[in-house]
């Protein structure tokens, strides 16, 4: 029978599904290897052929380590709570929960149907209370934990509290708020319950504080910098605003030293790793502190306001963290964050105007557009000054967006002539350029690292840069002004969202502070709500929940009506996908987050495919996650993804009709093919790329996709109606979107899978080309014609195969292991279409030959493949557990070589004679072939010149 595809594929995936094929053990003598995807968030329009491309990378591999010999692990979950469920859910009324159900029947329908060898008995969902709950209980742990620099880990928080009930606060290095206080034992024990949580919270490694964030008012929520773009926000376009808030945050930064360090020990790409030690920032400079010009009392830290000349309790000057200090003689502005916490006070009432439209216009931006924005020179004066700290120059004080809050202390010392942005701030408002080193004509980039000396100042005068730098520390450390600082750039990660799907934070609030339930009371379930809107008095969703409070144990159990508010903020997106893979080593697991037992044998991600785009959310939160559970006993490895690899993205191909706009301007229902439009004055319409094959126009289905066009006329060419075509980003709004279940009804899942990675390197963004997988699909009949005979009938012989055959055998056995191990898929499937046409061309049908074949293209094409290992009389088993064929290289030796034979010049035949025939062996074989002597016509020849291993020619 010829190649039925859809038959095999629903017969096999039936099979995989009743037998568990791809179960794994947590118990296997087998090496293990642990192939993970990033998991998806399931949304309502299902998958497109985009999306499956680095699935069918991931079980490529991961069906080959199992034929090599290990134990495998190749689960699948779902990203499950999130913003789109959400906004569907206020839009309909509808609960998330039922929209994602329906949306993850849709994803598991299709991701079964492409024949995926995951694990499904593993399956996860982040918004499932059994999951959450391990989220919540991870969260809890954090928040009894705090980062003890001199041991470079995280602790209980109950090992600080005993130092402060014996030491105090002395002794103590410690990743923490500024604002710790200091105090003896004994000040300690006297401090109330709640001035002790009030201090602790300053070391917790999850925390509340007020911070600046991305508001969408539209969405009612908190936006992280990577959701927002240009001021709006991603999903929705909706304006987005700086904005301060009590928030949920995570001391990533604890982490930062380590975060860095970690990547010199993975295998990622290394793009990716040089993302992320850029958002990490790491820098060594020094900490310096300006004084405010009006001090009230400077032993004090006290202040007096510009404005109104008040004692505000508030530092007597502005610190700045800087990587030059040497150039602190060059200082001539001070630039401060609009959100800093000093810019109120320091705004004198002539300036507060322009301060206060300063600020609003700034809110409009998201903290990546202002980074990124280097050209514009916008700011406003404060009307305060500080002081040189060394030479007692007066600067003044400004703001500007490029100065973030968060980075560093939220302000930065201007020096024009060494800094190209603060020199077009300086030129755009009129400020003072002064010269540091003995360069003329400075305008921009002057770098005493690289030439001239310092000017300016006598006691670097002359020095070299590491030199003055040092001699620069040393006098602020003197005059107790400044010191040497290693710097961060990222910041807390903010650990909150104003919204209703996601996982409740497991936190109630008593005195004001916020206290955690007990673990047996975990999961905190989330609430019924009649609607997903923040309350008519602005709290978010949780808000509306009735009945929704917190009691504790003691208060029940003496019938006390006692009770507190629970946390009305969710965890963030990426709060369940921070630890996921953990829970696939033991996802039954109903006492903890996996045992102790599962987490030994599979101990970390071996193989980690995933989008580049999540380099420094997902995948650094991830890494910051992995390290406090070792910090805690409950991970193994310091990094949870050995290797990653980024897959590529695979690109829309748009097709286009031509509307024919009349001599009015006005467009016509008459369409104008491709090759015409020169002749024409057209306009472009994308058109649907299901009604186009190979860019010809179906145009009984245009006419039928849209009313407006079931009367629309053709200007064709060679009869047929040709579009255009132009590549770009697949999205429904370009009508370029290909559904896989159309292509696997039409050609099957294997043809899918095989022409997905036949389109290029993994690695690399393709476009996505339909007109192509006609070819795959033909080579799979051809493959599927090597077992049959001419009426179809399945006919495999059990002869011992030839040198040639063994030959093409071994070729391809070896091509495809290389090129799995490398990761290079796209080569494999040229290489099987050379291997079956060899074997066509040899009417190749030899057992030992063809059941080998099977096992090496079963990872690409695993429908056809357990097929035909069935109809080869492996009935019992599956060929997932098949041994990989062992490459032999002998057969690759060439121990024959074809002889051209030329006659006075002119090749006229070939002879295949051993390679080990001497030269005269050679002629005298070459002399008695029946073709030679076909050609000598019974002459003797004059000369016959043997060159071994090349060719004979014989002169007549």
Request: charged fraction near 25%.
């Given at each position: 029978?010829?190649?039925?595809?859809?038959?095999?594929?629903?017969?096999?995936?039936?099979?995989?599904?009743?037998?568990?094929?791809?179960?794994?053990?947590?118990?296997?003598?087998?090496?293990?290897?642990?192939?993970?995807?990033?998991?998806?968030?399931?949304?309502?329009?299902?998958?497109?052929?985009?999306?499956?491309?680095?699935?069918?990378?991931?079980?490529?591999?991961a069906r080959y380590k199992r034929n090599k010999g290990f134990n495998v692990l190749h689960p699948m979950g779902y990203d499950s709570f999130g913003l789109p469920a959400e906004q569907y859910?206020?839009?309909?009324?509808?609960?998330?929960?039922?929209?994602?159900?329906?949306?993850?029947?849709?994803?598991?329908?299709?991701?079964?149907?492409?024949?995926?060898?995951?694990?499904?008995?593993?399956?996860?969902?982040?918004?499932?209370?059994?999951?959450?709950?391990?989220?919540?209980?991870?969260?809890?742990?954090?928040?009894?934990?705090?980062?003890?620099?001199?041991?470079?880990?995280?602790?209980?928080?109950?090992?600080?509290?005993?130092?402060?009930?014996?030491?105090?606060?002395?002794?103590?290095?410690?990743?923490?708020?500024?604002?710790?206080?200091?105090?003896?034992?004994?000040?300690?024990?006297?401090?109330?319950?709640?001035?002790?949580?009030?201090?602790?919270?300053?070391?917790?490694?999850?925390?509340?504080?007020?911070?600046?964030?991305?508001?969408?008012?539209?969405?009612?929520?908190?936006?992280?910098?990577?959701?927002?773009?240009?001021?709006?926000?991603?999903?929705?376009?909706?304006?987005?605003?700086?904005?301060?808030?009590?928030?949920?945050?995570?001391?990533?930064?604890?982490?930062?030293?380590?975060?860095?360090?970690?990547?010199?020990?993975?295998?990622?790409?290394?793009?990716?790793?040089?993302?992320?030690?850029?958002?990490?920032?790491?820098?060594?400079?020094?900490?310096?502190?300006?004084?405010?010009?009006?001090?009230?009392?400077?032993?004090?830290?006290?202040?007096?306001?510009?404005?109104?000349?008040?004692?505000?309790?508030?530092?007597?000057?502005?610190?700045?963290?800087?990587?030059?200090?040497?150039?602190?003689?060059?200082?001539?502005?001070?630039?401060?964050?609009?959100?800093?916490?000093?810019?109120?006070?320091?705004?004198?009432?002539?300036?507060?105007?322009?301060?206060?439209?300063?600020?609003?216009?700034?809110?409009?931006?998201?903290?990546?557009?202002?980074?990124?924005?280097?050209?514009?020179?916008?700011?406003?004066?404060?009307?305060?000054?500080?002081?040189?700290?060394?030479?007692?120059?007066?600067?003044?004080?400004?703001?500007?967006?490029?100065?973030?809050?968060?980075?560093?202390?939220?302000?930065?010392?201007?020096?024009?002539?060494?800094?190209?942005?603060?020199?077009?701030?300086?030129?755009?408002?009129?400020?003072?350029?002064?010269?540091?080193?003995?360069?003329?004509?400075?305008?921009?980039?002057?770098?005493?690292?690289?030439?001239?000396?310092?000017?300016?100042?006598?006691?670097?005068?002359?020095?070299?840069?590491?030199?003055?730098?040092?001699?620069?520390?040393?006098?602020?450390?003197?005059?107790?002004?400044?010191?040497?600082?290693?710097?961060?750039?990222?910041?807390?990660?903010?650990?909150?969202?104003?919204?209703?799907?996601?996982?409740?934070?497991?936190?109630?609030?008593?005195?004001?502070?916020?206290?955690?339930?007990?673990?047996?009371?975990?999961?905190?379930?989330?609430?019924?709500?009649?609607?997903?809107?923040?309350?008519?008095?602005?709290?978010?969703?949780?808000?509306?929940?009735?009945?929704?409070?917190?009691?504790?144990?003691?208060?029940?159990?003496?019938?006390?009506?006692?009770?507190?508010?629970?946390?009305?903020?969710?965890?963030?997106?990426?709060?369940?996908?921070?630890?996921?893979?953990?829970?696939?080593?033991?996802?039954?697991?109903?006492?903890?987050?996996?045992?102790?037992?599962?987490?030994?044998?599979?101990?970390?991600?071996?193989?980690?495919?995933?989008?580049?785009?999540?380099?420094?959310?997902?995948?650094?939160?991830?890494?910051?996650?992995?390290?406090?559970?070792?910090?805690?006993?409950?991970?193994?490895?310091?990094?949870?993804?050995?290797?990653?690899?980024?897959?590529?993205m695979i690109q829309g191909r748009s097709n286009f009709v031509y509307r024919l706009i009349d001599a009015e301007g006005r467009g016509t229902n008459t369409f104008v093919s491709h090759g015409?439009?020169?002749?024409?004055?057209?306009?472009?319409?994308?058109?649907?790329?299901?009604?186009?094959?190979?860019?010809?126009?179906?145009?009984?289905?245009?006419?039928?996709?849209?009313?407006?066009?079931?009367?629309?006329?053709?200007?064709?060419?060679?009869?047929?109606?040709?579009?255009?075509?132009?590549?770009?980003?697949?999205?429904?709004?370009?009508?370029?979107?290909?559904?896989?279940?159309?292509?696997?009804?039409?050609?099957?899942?294997?043809?899918?899978?095989?022409?997905?990675?036949?389109?290029?390197?993994?690695?690399?963004?393709?476009?996505?080309?339909?007109?192509?997988?006609?070819?795959?699909?033909?080579?799979?009949?051809?493959?599927?014609?090597?077992?049959?005979?001419?009426?179809?009938?399945?006919?495999?012989?059990?002869?011992?195969?030839?040198?040639?055959?063994?030959?093409?055998?071994?070729?391809?056995?070896?091509?495809?292991?290389?090129?799995?191990?490398?990761?290079?898929?796209?080569?494999?499937?040229?290489?099987?279409?050379?291997?079956?046409?060899?074997?066509?061309?040899?009417?190749?049908?030899?057992?030992?030959?063809?059941?080998?074949?099977?096992?090496?293209?079963?990872?690409?094409?695993?429908?056809?493949?357990?097929?035909?290992?069935?109809?080869?009389?492996?009935?019992?088993?599956?060929?997932?557990?098949?041994?990989?064929?062992?490459?032999?290289?002998?057969?690759?030796?060439?121990?024959?070589?074809?002889?051209?034979?030329?006659?006075?010049?002119?090749?006229?035949?070939?002879?295949?004679?051993?390679?080990?025939?001497?030269?005269?062996?050679?002629?005298?074989?070459?002399?008695?072939?029946?073709?030679?002597?076909?050609?000598?016509?019974?002459?003797?020849?004059?000369?016959?010149?043997?060159?071994?291993?090349?060719?004979?020619?014989?002169?007549?």
């Amino acid at each position: 029978m010829d190649y039925q595809f859809k038959d095999i594929e629903k017969k096999w995936q039936q099979f995989w599904a009743d037998n568990n094929t791809f179960r794994a053990d947590n118990n296997s003598s087998k090496p293990k290897y642990y192939v993970l995807d990033m998991f998806p968030y399931p949304s309502g329009a299902g998958l497109h052929v985009g999306h499956p491309l680095g699935y069918i990378a991931s079980d490529i591999f991961a069906r080959y380590k199992r034929n090599k010999g290990f134990n495998v692990l190749h689960p699948m979950g779902y990203d499950s709570f999130g913003l789109p469920a959400e906004q569907y859910a206020i839009q309909t009324g509808q609960h998330p929960s039922l929209t994602t159900e329906a949306n993850i029947n849709t994803y598991r329908r299709q991701l079964d149907q492409i024949g995926f060898s995951f694990d499904w008995s593993r399956e996860v969902r982040t918004s499932s209370p059994d999951y959450y709950k391990w989220t919540q209980w991870i969260f809890m742990q954090l928040f009894n934990s705090w980062y003890n620099k001199a041991a470079e880990k995280a602790e209980s928080i109950d090992s600080l509290v005993a130092h402060f009930e014996s030491n105090g606060s002395a002794g103590i290095v410690a990743v923490s708020d500024e604002d710790t206080l200091a105090f003896t034992a004994d000040e300690w024990k006297a401090f109330s319950e709640k001035a002790k949580q009030e201090e602790l919270l300053k070391y917790r490694l999850t925390y509340l504080r007020e911070s600046t964030v991305n508001w969408c008012a539209a969405l009612g929520t908190v936006l992280a910098n990577d959701e927002v773009k240009d001021g709006f926000s991603e999903r929705g376009g909706y304006p987005v605003e700086q904005k301060k808030m009590m928030q949920w945050s995570m001391r990533i930064t604890a982490y930062a030293e380590r975060l860095l360090q970690g990547l010199d020990k993975i295998d990622w790409p290394e793009p990716l790793k040089e993302m992320q030690r850029n958002w990490i920032g790491k820098s060594v400079g020094a900490s310096v502190k300006f004084p405010l010009e009006e001090v009230l009392d400077a032993s004090e830290g006290a202040g007096i306001s510009p404005a109104t000349g008040t004692d505000t309790g508030t530092p007597s000057y502005i610190e700045v963290f800087t990587t030059r200090v040497d150039t602190i003689f060059g200082v001539s502005f001070l630039v401060i964050a609009p959100e800093h916490e000093l810019v109120a006070e320091l705004t004198t009432a002539e300036q507060k105007a322009d301060i206060d439209a300063y600020i609003a216009q700034t809110k409009k931006k998201s903290e990546l557009d202002r980074m990124a924005d280097t050209k514009t020179v916008s700011g406003a004066f404060t009307g305060s000054y500080v002081t040189n700290p060394l030479n007692g120059d007066k600067i003044p004080v400004w703001i500007a967006d490029y100065v973030l809050a968060g980075y560093g202390t939220g302000a930065v010392m201007a020096v024009p002539s060494g800094d190209q942005r603060d020199y077009l701030f300086a030129k755009h408002f009129d400020l003072p350029i002064i010269q540091i080193i003995d360069i003329q004509n400075i305008e921009t980039e002057a770098d005493p690292t690289k030439e001239g000396k310092y000017v300016n100042s006598d006691f670097i005068n002359g020095l070299g840069y590491k030199e003055a730098t040092a001699a620069v520390v040393a006098k602020l450390e003197e005059v107790g002004l400044g010191k040497a600082k290693v710097n961060f750039r990222m910041r807390d990660a903010i650990f909150g969202r104003q919204r209703y799907w996601g996982e409740p934070v497991p936190v109630y609030f008593k005195d004001g502070l916020p206290q955690l339930i007990q673990e047996s009371e975990l999961p905190l379930l989330l609430p019924e709500i009649d609607k997903y809107l923040p309350t008519e008095t602005g709290e978010p969703p949780l808000g509306r929940a009735t009945d929704w409070s917190y009691q504790s144990q003691e208060s029940r159990d003496e019938n006390q009506d006692e009770t507190y508010s629970y946390e009305l903020s969710t965890m963030p997106g990426w709060a369940g996908s921070s630890w996921y893979w953990y829970r696939y080593m033991d996802a039954d697991n109903n006492t903890e987050f996996a045992s102790e037992k599962a987490i030994e044998y599979w101990k970390d991600v071996d193989l980690y495919i995933g989008g580049s785009e999540h380099a420094t959310g997902h995948l650094l939160y991830s890494r910051f996650w992995n390290k406090f559970l070792k910090d805690i006993g409950k991970a193994i490895e310091e990094e949870p993804f050995k290797k990653l690899i980024n897959q590529g993205m695979i690109q829309g191909r748009s097709n286009f009709v031509y509307r024919l706009i009349d001599a009015e301007g006005r467009g016509t229902n008459t369409f104008v093919s491709h090759g015409l439009i020169k002749e024409h004055k057209t306009s472009p319409i994308h058109v649907d790329v299901n009604i186009v094959e190979n860019d010809i126009l179906n145009i009984n289905k245009f006419k039928a996709w849209r009313e407006d066009f079931a009367d629309a006329e053709f200007i064709l060419e060679n009869g047929k109606y040709i579009c255009g075509v132009e590549v770009e980003k697949m999205s429904k709004s370009k009508f370029n979107v290909v559904n896989p279940d159309d292509l696997i009804e039409r050609y099957g899942a294997d043809t899918l899978r095989m022409y997905e990675m036949f389109l290029g390197p993994l690695e690399q963004s393709k476009p996505w080309n339909t007109n192509g997988i006609e070819g795959v699909f033909k080579f799979l009949r051809k493959f599927w014609r090597l077992f049959h005979d001419a009426n179809w009938n399945f006919t495999v012989s059990n002869d011992a195969p030839t040198k040639a055959e063994l030959k093409a055998l071994h070729k391809i056995i070896k091509k495809v292991e290389e090129d799995i191990e490398r990761f290079s898929f796209n080569t494999s499937v040229s290489s099987f279409m050379i291997a079956v046409n060899e074997l066509t061309d040899l009417k190749c049908n030899k057992r030992a030959i063809l059941e080998n074949l099977v096992i090496v293209l079963a990872p690409y094409a695993p429908h056809i493949a357990e097929e035909l290992w069935s109809l080869l009389g492996n009935a019992e088993g599956t060929i997932s557990t098949a041994t990989y064929p062992k490459f032999q290289p002998e057969y690759l030796v060439e121990d024959e070589f074809a002889y051209p034979i030329s006659f006075n010049g002119k090749v006229r035949t070939n002879i295949s004679l051993p390679l080990t025939m001497e030269a005269a062996d050679v002629e005298a074989a070459v002399l008695a072939h029946a073709d030679v002597q076909k050609h000598l016509d019974g002459k003797a020849p004059k000369k016959v010149i043997v060159v071994k291993g090349r060719i004979v020619n014989v002169v007549v």
